[in-house]
């Protein structure tokens, strides 16, 4: 390896092979993504096999992954919605970072540590990885959730305080380096009102650009165009001692609700995905073994003591700002990590003396332990503490206190709706059972009372009064669920009258057999009805067209009922539905025929 | 306006063609409005409210009227509003019966198939007009409404305008 430049070929080839043999097999074997990543970094870095030695650099390149990932965050969001994020971003956000500081700090100093330095280790420990955050999140689809907001907006603060925290970093170092207070003022002014200006400038200017440059039609000159418009945003905001991040995330949250959005996002996509994996390489080489055999006792202590203070720590805080219990661990979990900016703060404290050498290199293999170590939770998350979750989660639904509605409305969505609200309308009560959470919330705050629950369980309907209701409804639209309560009803409950909303045919026929009291397939009316608009659309007047749906009808429920009878034999089923056809043939003719002279007879 | 089937009429649909577009005149088609048999109640009393004339025109089915303006005269015509206390919104409302038969004129005499006078078979109107205060007018008949030429339908259909008119001048006096 002479030329720098054939350097950084093979580098670059290290990686990728590296990235294509660790990460799908780390896939397979149900561990994520990110492990791989991390594997392949402790493999080929310095500590490892030693094929890359320079890991800050690589670090710093791979960075800007998390800054094209915040700036396709902030792609989703856009003012408004950042507007409704206000509570979880400062409050929750500022309750994680100081109470995680303060018990940080506390423990460093109390393990004798200097107190400068343990009020940086104490920072450094209270930030989470946005990066490794953000992607387990969007791994699973988790980003919309409750917790998944929170999650976000946790780090999105952290990122703001993060700007705080590398001010501070030189007073720590001796009191006097601290720039005077008058060109802080004129600093943070400055500030201000640069971003003040790019945010307007932005909003006026981009646009327009965006058109022009799309309508070029050079799909990569749209690329350079989206790269160089979230490097030049990340660079500003880096020239303001800024992070990078914040910087990008302000450019996505400009382009929001822009025509471009997803070009934008499709185009940064893969570079993105690159670099955090480039990124996670990098965690994954500044895992320095060497200091975890010397004192391996420490060390895992070290990762598993921090990782548990911080998952405790959240789940206070996540608990004071009230979110879904079942989501309370999950949420927890994501961000117990010791962040990125850990290693950026560390890297400075070392630079600036605060501590020697060996404590600043455990420290970050100690960071870049509980990197590797949250995929690893979370895939024990998955298998147990989940699975232990659902079991306990169906033994905590709403308390239903003995209700003694007539009705009792299983699976409230659209098609139960429509049914509870004509009930309502008539002053009707009915018990309403449903198992979507974000469902209920809604439809408590319009007054419906609904109750959360399986509605296949047998003392979850008895404490919804099944006993002394009259009706069930079975308006849910999972097939086998609206079976199961359909035959466990029947089977126990035989005083009740029950209708059930069919999903098709043979969810139809599985009905018949139960032998209920109503069946009613979910589009067939609202097609049949549809059916007759268009005829009258056609030129037919109303009444025949009403006339011709209500024989489709009729004939129609015939055909079902026979075929129902024949469904067991083949055979006769084809020669069923074929005559059936028909008949129907004949049917219409038929009416024809009579409707050209009605009433003849008469005319004498 | 009551036919179940205008698109296949004759007679009633040449009668309609020549009143639809008269000024003065809400043409108002009940098995086009109601298909489904579901009577906007409140929507109709205001209809009525707003005219002076009220013609039911229709075709004469079993001496009576098509089921959908025997339903509207159910559901409409409430008490309190068409008759009974307080119920005087028809009074003084002229009252026009516009039929068509099958029939001709001789099935209305004793020996024919109706066996009664065709106004015998219009009691119930007159007493409808009677109990909510509407004044009842010489019905309007067509007879032999299929057996005709177009001609002698034209010529119905032309007085019907015409003494729809005479009703509309006389309002305005
Ligand atoms: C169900 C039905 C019942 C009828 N009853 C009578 C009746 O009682 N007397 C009669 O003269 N014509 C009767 N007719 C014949 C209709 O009055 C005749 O077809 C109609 O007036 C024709 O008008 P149009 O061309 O507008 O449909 C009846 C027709 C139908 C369809």
């Known amino acids: 390896m002479n030329g720098h430049g054939s350097n950084d070929f093979f580098n670059l080839i290290v990686f990728l092979v590296s990235a294509v043999i660790c990460v799908p097999l780390s896939k397979k074997f149900g561990l994520g993504s990110i492990l791989g990543y991390l594997i392949a970094g402790v493999i080929i870095g310095p500590h490892g096999i030693k094929l890359i030695s320079n890991v800050q650099e690589t670090m710093h390149l791979s960075e800007f992954g998390v800054v094209l990932f915040m700036f396709i965050i902030g792609l989703e969001l856009n003012p408004r919605k950042l507007w409704s994020l206000r509570i979880p971003i400062f409050g929750m956000g500022t309750a994680q970072v100081v109470l995680n500081t303060l018990v940080f700090t506390g423990i460093s100093y109390f393990i004798g540590m200097s107190l400068p330095a343990s009020i940086l280790i104490g920072m450094a420990f ?273 308390i239903i206190e003995e209700q003694e509605n007539p009705v009792i409305i299983a699976g409230f969505g659209r098609y139960g709706q429509i049914i509870g609200r004509l009930l309502y309308a008539n002053k009707i009560t009915a018990t309403v059972l449903d198992h979507e959470p974000d469902q209920i919330e809604l439809l408590r705050r319009f007054g419906f009372k609904v109750y959360y629950g399986d509605a296949t369980r047998l003392d979850l309907l008895e404490s919804a009064g099944i006993r002394k209701a009259q009706v069930l409804v079975v308006a849910i639209d999972n097939v086998d669920d609206n079976l199961k309560l359909v035959r466990l009803a029947k089977e126990h409950f035989p005083h009740l009258k029950i209708y059930a909303r069919a999903r098709n045919i043979q969810h139809v026929y599985d009905l018949i057999d139960q032998d209920i009291d109503g069946i009613e397939r979910e589009t067939f009316e609202a097609s049949l009805k549809m059916g007759v608009d268009v005829l009258r659309g056609l030129g037919w007047s109303a009444y025949e067209s009403v006339k011709r749906a209500q024989m489709f009808r009729r004939h129609n429920l015939e055909v079902i009922k026979d075929m129902h009878s024949k469904r067991k034999n083949e055979k006769e089923f084809m020669a069923k539905a074929r005559q059936a056809r028909e008949d129907l043939e004949k049917m219409f003719e038929e009416e024809n025929q009579l409707r050209t002279q009605p009433g003849s007879g008469w005319d004498i | 306006m009551a036919h179940p089937y205008l698109n296949r009429s004759v007679a009633n649909k040449i009668i309609c063609g020549h009143v639809k577009e008269l000024a003065h005149v809400t043409f108002h088609d009940l098995y086009e409005t109601y298909p489904y048999f579901s009577i906007d109640i409140k929507k109709e009393q205001e209809i009525l409210r707003k005219h002076d004339l009220i013609v039911f025109q229709h075709p004469f089915y079993w001496n009576n009227m098509p089921p959908l303006l025997k339903l509207w005269q159910d559901e409409v015509l409430e008490t309190g509003f068409a008759y009974g206390e307080n119920g005087k919104e028809l009074a003084g409302k002229e009252f026009l019966l516009s039929i068509t038969t099958g029939g001709s004129a001789d099935t209305y005499t004793p020996e024919g198939q109706n066996k009664f006078p065709v106004t015998d078979f219009m009691r119930s109107y007159e007493q409808m007009c009677s109990l909510c205060g509407m004044k009842w007018n010489p019905p309007h008949v067509l007879h032999s409404s299929r057996q005709n030429g177009h001609d002698e339908i034209y010529v119905h259909a032309n007085k019907l305008k015409d003494l729809m008119s005479t009703f509309a001048e006389r309002g305005h006096l």
């Not at chain 1, 919309?144 to 946790?154: E, R």
């Not at chain 1, 117990?336 to 290199?361: K, R």
């Open chain 1, 126 to 398: 209270s930030l989470s990885s946005t990066a490794m955050g953000l992607q387990i999140l969007n791994e699973r689809n988790s980003t919309t959730t409750a917790a998944g907001n929170a999650n976000f907006s946790i780090l999105l603060f952290q990122d703001i305080a993060v700007i705080a925290m590398l001010s501070i970093l030189p007073l720590l170092a001796d009191g006097k380096a601290a720039a005077s207070t008058d060109v802080k003022i004129v600093n943070f002014v400055k500030t201000v009102v640069i971003i003040l200006s790019v945010l307007v400038a932005g909003r006026l200017l981009l646009r327009p650009l965006l058109r022009f440059i799309a309508s070029i039609h050079l799909r990569e000159i749209f690329t350079a165009f989206s790269l160089l418009l979230v490097m030049s945003m990340a660079f500003l905001m880096q020239y303001l001692d800024i992070s990078m991040a914040l910087g990008a995330f302000l450019g996505g949250v400009l382009l929001a609700d822009s025509e471009y959005r997803h070009a934008l996002e499709t185009d940064i996509e893969p570079f993105k995905g690159l670099l955090l994996g480039l990124f996670f390489i990098s965690v994954g080489m500044s895992v320095n073994l060497k200091i975890i055999f010397e004192s391996p006792l420490l060390i895992f202590g070290c990762v598993l003591g921090s990782f548990a203070l911080k998952t405790a720590i959240h789940f206070v805080v996540g608990y004071i700002f009230k979110l879904p219990k079942s989501q309370l661990t999950f949420f927890s979990l994501v961000i117990a990590q010791v962040g990125e900016f850990a290693f950026v703060i560390l890297g400075a404290a070392a630079g600036l003396n605060i501590f020697d050498t060996t404590t600043g290199e455990t420290l970050i293999t100690i960071v870049a332990l509980t990197l590797l170590a949250t995929p690893l939770v979370v895939f024990f998350y998955d298998r147990i503490i989940a699975r232990f979750f659902e079991k306990s989660r169906e033994v905590e639904p709403d």
